[in-house]
């Protein structure tokens, strides 16, 4: 049985958010379906000032920008957000495939450039480069932990535990399956006596319900 008291919260899993800059209707719209089935999330803009108010008003984590789009090309837009000290990787998809036209990309501001026409998957390459540091969470055995802010939810309920059990079960759940030493789980106890962190720990498998071992003298693990 789990006995965390979990706060009524229910959470939507955190996407990485991304912002489409693209006129071409069919393009953009595969472009978007796509990436949603990849588990991102997208919002399209089909011109520049539209782009613009979209990244005022939300947070994104990357850009996919066009060059030629309606009201603000795609290259001011990148140059506006840089001069506004909004540095969110950019790579911009574009048909205009000249040394000239790569090189004012990169001016702009780009991080990347892909000449249309492109397969999807190569797309999909890139964006994981650009965004693999964004990996926010780390799931295991139904417990999910939020490795920014190391909140830990269970079935996507947050949960509620004492701070010194919080910061054992976020190692213990960073570390996992490999052993966490028992020196890196004293770190939160105000006492060098083991017995306060073997008491820690069996009130921390009673409310979890997992099963976490002792290599005696050595550390702990989760199974």
């Keep these: 049985m ?23 209707a069919n393009l ?17 803009a089909k011109e520049g000032e539209e782009a613009i108010d979209l990244s005022y008003d939300t947070q994104y984590d990357l850009y996919l920008f066009d060059i030629n789009v309606p009201l603000v090309n795609g290259l001011d837009v990148l ?7 909004d540095f969110t990787p950019t790579i911009i998809i574009s048909a205009q495939i000249d040394v000239e036209s790569v090189t004012q990309g990169f001016i702009a501001g780009a991080d990347d450039y892909v000449k249309k026409p492109f397969d999807p998957e190569e797309l ?7 965004t693999a540091q964004l990996k926010k969470s780390i799931e295991i055995k139904g417990y999910r932990l939020v490795v920014d802010t ?31 030493p028992k020196e890196k789980l004293m770190e939160y106890i105000d006492t060098d006596n083991n017995g306060a962190l073997r008491f820690h720990i069996a009130k921390l498998k009673k409310s979890t319900g997992l099963e976490i071992k002792s290599v005696r003298g050595v550390g702990y693990q989760i199974f």
């Design 28 to 44: 953009g719209a595969s472009l978007q379906r796509y990436l949603v089935s990849q588990s991102y999330e997208v919002d399209w």
């Design 150 to 180: 190391e909140e830990i939810y269970y079935e996507n309920i947050l949960c509620q535990m004492g701070e010194i059990q919080q910061g054992i079960f976020v190692q213990l759940l960073r570390h996992y399956p490999d052993l966490v």
């Design 124 to 130: 999909l390459v890139r964006i994981k480069a650009k």
């Design 79 to 85: 140059t506006g957000l840089r001069e506004a000290d």
């Design 2 to 24: 789990h006995l965390i008291i979990c706060s009524t919260y229910s959470l939507v899993w955190i996407l990485i958010k991304i912002l489409l800059l693209e006129d071409d």
